[in-house]
Structures are given as structure tokens and as C-alpha cells.
């Protein structure tokens, strides 16, 4: 593979844009070498712009469940596209919408759409802290929330149990109010309740960015008792597991339910689009129902809701996509193993419906800690030498990856079998 239109596209990219890049995970930073520039992408496949094809297990970070360039969601959007692009102004799209999402969900009325994760998130935590009229939150050390302020936290100092800044220009003031606790450890939790008057708890009830963590049930249970005896809010930050896990994300995999959830990523089809949805009676708190302050000029554009539309109303009409996509996950994450046996390296793996992950570790991972201990450089090796191969993995150990409908029974065969050359070439 040769890959020189993509180095000097990267190096021109680079005086313009910091890091070459608009989101820094693009740079290829913990794996090393060049990022291969995409020119388009057709089914399972992406194509960069030396002419190279890969499999594509990022599918833009989760969106893609139907692949790239699927029929529908393409001649809906392009429909929408010819009627004007946006209004600032009520569309019939938002309220179709909202309707499908509320149809899935028990407890969730209301729904309101915003343009990316990070701004559902963040408005979902102004709604807690408005309804119960306290400030400090409580969030999980390995859980992402997209790159608002009071997200950005890591461990403080010494027993202290809020976060301290993970990130230079973010006020300690303002993280001083997120309390940090260990993932499936509800001890940690109790001791935020004990420390901080907590308006919300925010989990990712499966964990797709510190690699694929799933919740323990009987850890989400006591997280639901814990928030409902304190008068605390929980939320579900869906935005990655949500129509990914399972038609309803999560909550289609465990029997207990948030008092708000959180949802990006597939929900738009590909064009950005957030979205949080409660019931009536949280959701009336927000403006202009009720004072609690949200807006956006571009939310609920009618271009990115038939995207969205589109890929809801094929998900809703296909439930049993969901047993295929997981039956592929599980045999392609079940072929990296033996692949990894085959030349005595341990591997552990966690699938949820159209979600995998894999750690070069020995022992299972219920947390960040336990994440953290994964071979990152026998993942780096490991990921060059796939994309050498053809196969495009995400390019850190601490992502998931994903199966579109688009992958056939042979691109997973054919990954595995990369990955049998991957892994002799890694531990020569
Ligand atoms: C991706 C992600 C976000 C942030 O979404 P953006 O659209 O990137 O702002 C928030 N929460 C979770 C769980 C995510 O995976």
C-alpha cells in the first residue's frame, strides 16, 4: 500500500488546521503514522485518496449503521436538501422524528434535538441541575460526554472525590461541582452521594470509549436506587450505544431506566444531530415551557432530520438487523482471539449488538483502571500492521468498533484472516 497522496495532504492540512485535524483522535496520535485521507465510501468500504480500500470498522465513529452511501437515507436527504437547507423555523421532520423515538421508549415523552453529542449532554445536565436545583454532578473516570467543560475532569488530588481539569482552559471552579466515581464500583458512588449535593449521576450504561465496557446490571440497579433515594436524576449518555446495542440502545438490553437520556451518533444517519428526550414532566422545565435555557439556530434542521428519519424508520422496520450485526461482531472479535492464541498473546473481547471491543489484556475489564492496563503498544503494532491489510480499525485501544449491514459474511472472513498475519507479524 502506498500512501504518499495522504502523507503531503496531511502535511498541507497541517498549516491550516491545528494538528492537521478537527477532532484530535483523527491524528492517528497513539497508534503513529499518517492518517489515510478519505475521498468516499460505498457499503462496508472506504476508499482513501491513493486508491487504497479498506473495511471500515469506525463508520465515522458509529453513525454508519447501514454503511456509507445507503440508498435511502441518500435520496431522503436529498429530497430534504431541495426544499432549502434550513429554516430556523418548525418543520413537520422534527415532530416525526420525536414521535418514532417516543414510540420506542417507555418514560420518554418529550424529545428535544440539538447537532451533536456534546451539546445533548451538556444541555441534558443544565435540565438535572435545573429540575432538582443542585449543582454537582456525578460522572465515571473512562466515560465520555463529548468536550464540554464540566465533562473534561479527571481524579483531583489525593481523597478528594470531585474532578480536577482534564484539560488547560477549564475553570477548576466549574469541575469543582463533577464528583468522579470508579465504573461498576456503586461504593465510589455512594461516597459522592456522602460528599456532594448531586443533581444527576451521567453513565454510559455500556462504555464505548475507554474500548467496549459494559455495566453490570446489578451495578445499574444499584446506581437507580442510589439516585432515587438521594432525589438525584440519572442519565444515559446513548449517544454511542443508542441504536447500536440494540434497536433501543441500552435500555434494550437492561430493565433499568434513566430519568434522561442522551442520543447522537446513529440517530442522525450520518449528518450531526443530538438529541435528549424525558418525560413530560422533566422536559417541561425547559424553555420556553418552562425557564431552564436551551437553544439553536440550526437544531432540528430539516436536512439532518431526514437523515436521521431515514435510518430510524429502516432500524424500527428491521429489528432483527440487530441478531445479524451482533452474530458478525461476535464472530470477527471470536477469530482476533484465536488469531491472538494462535501466537500466545492474551486478548479479552466484549460484544454488545453492533458494538465490539478488544483489549490486548489478560484479565476481563470492568473499568477504567482495569482498561488501562492493556498492551497500548501491541495495539499500535497490531493496528498498522491491519491497515496495512486493508482492515480499519479505530485507531486507539480505547474505542469500540462497529459492523454495519453493509459487511458481508466475507469481510469478516477476511479481517479474521488479516488478523492471523497481523498477529505473526507482532510477535516476531
Ligand atoms: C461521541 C460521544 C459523545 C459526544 O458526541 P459528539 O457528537 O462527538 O459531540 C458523547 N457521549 C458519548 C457516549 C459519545 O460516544
Redesign the pocket.
Known sequence: MDYNKSIEAFSEAYKFIPGGVD?PVRAFNSVGGTPPFIARGEGAYIYDIDGNRYIDYVQS??PLIFGHCDKDIEQNVIEAVQKGLSFGAPTLSETELAKEIVELFEGIDKVRFVN??????MSAIRLARGVTQRDDIVKFTG?????SDSLLVQAGSGLATFGAPSSPGVPKDFTKHTYLAQYNNIESVQKCFDDGEIACVII?PI???MGLVPADESFLRELRALCDKHKALLIF?????GFRASLKGAQGVTNIKPDIT?W??VIGGGM?V?AFGASKKIMAYLSPEGPIYQAGTLSGNPVAMAAGLSALKKLKSNPSIYVSLSKKANTLVAGFEKAAASVGVDMVTNVRGSMFGFFFSKKEVKNFEDAQQNDTKMFATFHSAMLKRGVYLACSSFETGFISTAMSDEDIEYSIKAAYEAMANITK
Request: charged share 20%; aromatic share 8%.
Open positions: 477532532s465513529w458509529g451533536s453529542g456534546t451539546e445533548a449532554v466515560c465520555y460526554h463529548g468536550h454510559e462504555a464505548g470509549n449518555d446513548e449517544v454511542m450505544s442522551t447522537g451518533k450531526p443530538g
